[in-house]
């Protein structure tokens, strides 16, 4: 997409003394006021990761600012944290809080009504429903192949780990779920078990139009991505 702009921005963690690394996505159908979208990969991915940047392209083309940031241990930020991850769990994940106060705080020339969207894919995803879930910043949660529960990996979690990033143990039943959260995955998915779309579905009370599946697709929505881009930018019409 030729007129897509990027602009390369630092989101400083000070206790830390890091910057996330990210991009500012928008184009020249994205007015100087407009939400923003908060865009998450998955594990190891970043934001010049194909399926990454593709929807960060898409929703700036279609009028929206589009942040995507390199979590710690991933992309850029990774030559200042190092690359064990797997160390950084639980600061990968509070992170988003970061990232939504560094948007309030210094995108309020840009920023439409605070209307802030986060859109997360696999890791990503599960960010999206567990701190993204308890930040009422974030109006609207999309969650593409999240896991419901860190238990049920191959890699086997320290127990007060899997509670800061699993999502059944941030999740709660509301009927305002239906107006804030879209969930989507695939059944043939090899990573994500597809009965995780169900778990999450009823521990949220969400009724069938905001839970989208499709038979084939696997863990990346491949032939569907189009697709599931329509539903997202019709769902994005409640921010």
Known sequence: MIDIKTENIDIPVKYDQINLKGSIYSSK??????????NMGGLLEHRESYLVKYFSEKFAH???YVLSYDFRAHGETKKQTGSRWDKMIPKIFSDIHIVLEWIT???SKRLLENRIALFGRSFGGAIVLTHGFIDDRAKLLIALSARYDYRTTQVKFDKDL????????????????????????????QQIPFENLYQIKE??????ENVIYFK?????FKSHREEIF???LEFLKNL
């Open 29 to 38: 159908n994205t007015p100087i006021k407009a939400p923003f979208i908060v």
């Open 62 to 64: 279609a009028g929206y």
């Open 105 to 107: 705080s210094n995108q």
């Open 162 to 189: 899997i509670k800061q990033i699993s999502p059944v143990h941030f999740l709660k039943k509301n009927p305002e779920n239906n107006n804030r959260i879209l969930i989507a995955h695939c059944k043939d998915d």
């Open 203 to 208: 521990h949220l009370g969400l009724g069938d």
């Open 216 to 220: 084939t697709g696997g863990h990346s």
């Open 230 to 232: 329509k539903y997202c």
